[in-house]
């Protein structure tokens, strides 16, 4: 098939071109190059010998040029980060959803009828919990005093009780708690008006916490995993906020790229979203661990304390991706961290 891969320069973006390109279908890249994701006007080593076009999805006159010949686009180009700034708005909702809206129309002039979305676990807020005697419950927000306590468990809004943390399933509700989340939420759901509109199909996969090589550097983005590494290339110990007892699942990017390419590969109805993750959730206390010993360095620290907004546990269930994707993530915790000790990683400027 052929492929328009937008944002192809970035991250998981040039991974994707990678794995289609292994399994016979033929790419082009469409990336601006924004100057927080690469700080320069040329594109990143690993793109060079793709059809590479510089220009901006936000542009009818670029993709009319680049849609003409493409079965199936899988969207990438986005800003992240954490958009904790409110200044920051427009820049996120401008490339993220005004950019997904003038994607959709051109997609609809040119007849492209088949969206891969890249979207996010970050669209669900908290993860899933439990009360021993309530049920399933969202949790209550955490008291600061509980949090200068080291009680960070967040806690039943009915009785107070720690509550367990559960697997995020695809029909949870959505909770975006930043600007960058809302912006994700948005692309959701302008993706599925397109499809009700035009007949086209959607997948709408839901990445979690993706690292591996070519992750930007220092990034505050999702970027744990980098800004360990930064530290202990520096010979400082990482640093682990709260009690390092957060769980997260860390995927590595070359399975985000094999489930894009799945999803490339099978139609859907409507607009499907699916969590993509490893299935094997770890703290983030174990990440910091097991690069520690990965690079040799000092063990990690615990600071205690949480950021306003952080979200204590986010853990995904992986059945439907299996189920409609045939997707089974590849890369163990083990090997994928021990390998990105070494990974290259690219330099940005970060978004400071
Ligand atoms: N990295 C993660 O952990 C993660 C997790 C969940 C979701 N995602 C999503 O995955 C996608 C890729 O993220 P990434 O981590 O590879 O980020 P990235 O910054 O490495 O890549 C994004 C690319 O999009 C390009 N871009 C931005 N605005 C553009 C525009 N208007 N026109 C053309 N290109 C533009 C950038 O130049 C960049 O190369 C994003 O949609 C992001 O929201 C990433
Ligand atoms: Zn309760």
């Known amino acids: 098939m052929r492929v328009l891969i937008t944002g192809g320069a970035g991250f998981v973006g040039s991974h994707i071109a990678d794995v289609l390109t292994e399994r016979g279908h033929e790419v082009r890249l469409l990336d601006l190059l924004i100057d927080t994701a690469h700080g320069g006007d040329r594109p990143p080593a690993w793109v060079q010998g793709y059809d590479t076009v510089l220009g901006d999805v936000r542009s009818d006159e670029v993709l009319d040029s680049v849609l003409s010949d493409v079965d199936v686009v899988c969207h990438q180009a986005?800003?992240?980060?954490?958009?904790?700034?409110?200044?920051?708005?427009?820049?996120?909702?401008?490339?993220n959803d005004h950019g997904t809206a003038v994607l959709l129309a051109a997609m609809y002039r040119a007849g492209v009828q088949r969206l891969v979305l890249?979207?996010?676990?970050?669209?669900?807020?908290?993860?899933?919990?439990?009360?021993?005697?309530?049920g399933v419950t969202p949790p209550a927000p955490r008291p600061p005093?509980?949090?200068?306590?080291?009680?960070?468990?967040?806690?039943?809004?009915?009785?107070?009780?720690?509550?367990?943390?559960?697997?995020?399933?695809?029909d949870a509700p959505l909770d975006p708690r930043s600007v960058y989340a809302a912006s994700k939420?948005?692309?959701?759901?302008?993706?599925?008006?397109?499809?009700?509109?035009?007949?086209?199909?959607?997948?709408?996969?839901?990445?979690?916490?993706?690292?591996?090589?070519?992750?930007?550097?220092?990034?505050?983005?999702?970027?744990?995993?980098?800004?360990?590494?930064?530290?202990?290339?520096?010979?400082?110990?990482?640093v682990v906020l709260e009690d390092g007892g957060q769980r997260r699942d860390f995927v590595h990017v070359r399975d985000v790229a094999l489930a894009n390419a799945l999803a490339v590969e099978r139609p859907t109805a409507g607009l499907t979203p699916v969590n993509v993750c490893s299935g094997e959730p770890h703290t983030v206390g174990e990440l910091a661990a097991e690069l520690s010993r990965a690079m040799a360095g000092p063990q990690p620290r615990i600071s205690g304390g949480a950021r306003p907004g952080d979200v204590r546990h986010v853990v995904a269930d992986p059945a439907r991706a299996r189920e409609l994707?045939?997707?089974?993530?590849?890369?163990?915790?083990?090997?994928?961290?021990?390998?990105?000790?070494t990974d290259p990683l690219r330099s940005s400027a970060g978004l400071g």
């Open 78 to 95: 986005a800003v992240v980060g954490h958009g904790l700034d409110p200044s920051d708005a427009p820049r996120y909702t401008g490339h």
């Open 118 to 134: 890249a979207s996010s676990m970050v669209v669900y807020g908290e993860g899933r919990y439990s009360c021993p005697e309530h």
């Open 145 to 170: 005093d509980a949090i200068a306590a080291g009680r960070f468990e967040p806690p039943c809004p009915r009785c107070g009780a720690d509550l367990e943390s559960l697997l995020v399933p695809e």
């Open 185 to 238: 939420v948005a692309q959701e759901h302008l993706a599925s008006a397109w499809a009700r509109q035009t007949g086209g199909d959607v997948w709408a996969l839901r990445y979690h916490n993706v690292y591996g090589p070519r992750m930007p550097r220092d990034t505050p983005y999702a970027g744990v995993a980098s800004l360990f590494r930064s530290r202990l290339e520096r010979g400082e110990e990482p």
């Open 325 to 341: 994707l045939g997707f089974d993530a590849a890369v163990s915790f083990a090997d994928g961290v021990t390998a990105f000790a």
